[in-house]
């Protein structure tokens, strides 16, 4: 099975609102990532987790915080968005980091619109 | 700094007209080289890593080949489901051992 799942996969929220994105994989992999997507663009990475641990931060604002509850689990946790935040937030999973080179697998996406 | 260039940005075929999509690189040193497809909406979807030069994957109408610069994609005998964005991402030796993504070529097959 190489299904990552997602939820919700839609989400429109205010931006005074706290929301919060959840991923799952069940394929035993040890890292996993957050990435954004604008329309036409392709996926810009905000954050990857190996062994459960902030493994790195591309500089992104504070208003986004990510969590690893366990290694199957990983959420990305939203609070006083701006309009331009509004994309597809995907996450991704691989066997590793280092190394490799390792192939990701992406769950769909959640569609985030912030009014 | 590692770059990923794929072109053309945009390629309409008829069904059954095969071509090629390009991914250039530059890196230190290529770990390897990844190909996904991408449907609207959607996350990308894995199709195939390659390793070194001279490598090839084939996988239904797609075949992928890696040289020391550059991967293609050939797509033989398109279908409309092959409509979709193709991108590229490449895992250098050294440096960042995050994917560098392509911006993609967007493919529409028209029946």
């Known amino acids: 099975d190489t299904e990552v799942t997602q939820t919700p996969k839609h989400l429109v929220m205010g931006m005074t609102n706290k929301k919060s994105l959840k991923c799952e994989q069940h394929?035993?992999?040890?890292?996993m990532y957050w990435y954004k997507q604008k329309a036409k663009k392709p996926p810009e990475l905000m954050f990857v987790y190996s062994y459960e641990k902030l493994s790195i931060n591309e500089s992104v604002p504070s208003r986004f915080s990510p969590e690893c509850p366990n290694s199957s689990l990983l959420n990305l946790h939203l609070h006083a968005l701006q309009p331009e935040d509004s994309a597809l937030y995907l996450c991704a999973s691989s066997q590793g980091v280092i190394r490799g080179p390792y192939e990701q697998y992406f769950g769909p996406g959640t569609r985030l619109t912030v009014t | 700094e590692d770059q990923v260039t794929q072109s053309p940005e945009a390629l309409r075929l008829q069904e059954g007209e095969s071509s090629s999509l390009n991914c250039s690189y530059t890196?230190?040193?290529?770990?390897?080289l990844f190909w996904y497809r991408q449907d609207p909406g959607k996350g990308p979807e894995f199709l195939f890593t390659l390793y070194s030069a001279g490598e090839e994957k084939e996988k239904e109408r797609l075949k992928a080949t890696l040289t020391k610069k550059e991967s293609f994609l050939h797509i033989t005998a398109p279908k409309p489901e092959d409509s979709a964005t193709y991108l590229c991402?490449?895992?250098?030796?050294?440096?960042?051992?995050?994917?560098?993504f392509g911006r993609g070529t967007s493919l529409i097959v028209h029946p």
């Open positions: 394929m035993g992999h040890r890292a």
């Open positions: 991402a490449v895992q250098a030796s050294g440096g960042s051992y995050i994917p560098t």
């Open positions: 890196v230190s040193g290529l770990r390897g």
